[in-house]
C-alpha cells in the first residue's frame, strides 16, 4: 500500500459508511482494543485493514448477543409463508403487534431470504441480504443456533465513524497491529427465537415422559 494509512483512511471511511449498522451507532462508552498479524514483510497491507474491521464486527456481534436479555418467540408458521422472500415482512408485522420497533436484524447461515451478492471488499455477510422499509436483514456467521434465531437491535451497534478516526496502524517486526477504540453504543437487543410451537411442545411432552419412566 503506497499511500499512508492515514490517506487510506478516507477510501476505508467511503466503504464502511454504507454499513450503517457499524458507522453510526450513538456512543456511551468506549474501550481500547486491537488486532494482530504476523505477515511476511513490513508493507501496510489492505487486507490486514480488513481483517481488523471483521475483528471490530466480531466484537461488536458478540456484545449485542450478551446484551440480548428478552426473549421473543414467533410461531414459525405465521414467519414462513409459501415464498422465503415474504419472511422480513412477516417478522416486522408480527414484532409490530407487540410494540417493538426493529432496524437491524441478524440471522443464521439459512436460506431466510433471496441474498444479494456483492463484490465488495468485504465478506457478504457485511452487505444487507434484504431491506424492507428501512428495516436491514444480515445474515451473521456468528449465531449458530439448532433453533432459527435472529438476532435484532433498534439501532446501530457499533460507531466506526469514530473508530476510523483513532485508528493506529503499527508495524513491529512483521508482526501488524491495529490499535483502535472498540464503542459500546445506546441501542436494544432481542433475541427472536422463531419456533414450530406445535413440534416443540410435543417434544417437551415426551422428554418429560422420558424423564419419569427413567
Known sequence: MRETFSEYKKTLEL???RFNYLYS????SHISSSYSEIRNNDLRSPTFIINSIVNIYNESINNMISRSNKTIILEHKKIFQKNNIYSGYNILSELDKMGIQTTY????????????ISNGSF???FYSDLVRMSKYFLRCPLIDEDEVVIYATDAAIQSLVYSIQNMEYIIEYNNHIMKYDLYDCKY????????DISKYRDVQINKILNEENN
Open 15 to 17: 466503504n464502511l459508511i
Open 25 to 28: 451507532g450513538d456512543v456511551i
Open 105 to 116: 436484524h441478524f440471522y443464521p447461515d439459512i436460506e431466510m431470504f433471496k441474498r444479494n
Open 123 to 125: 465478506p457478504s455477510y
Open 188 to 195: 436494544n437487543s432481542y433475541k427472536i427465537i422463531i419456533r
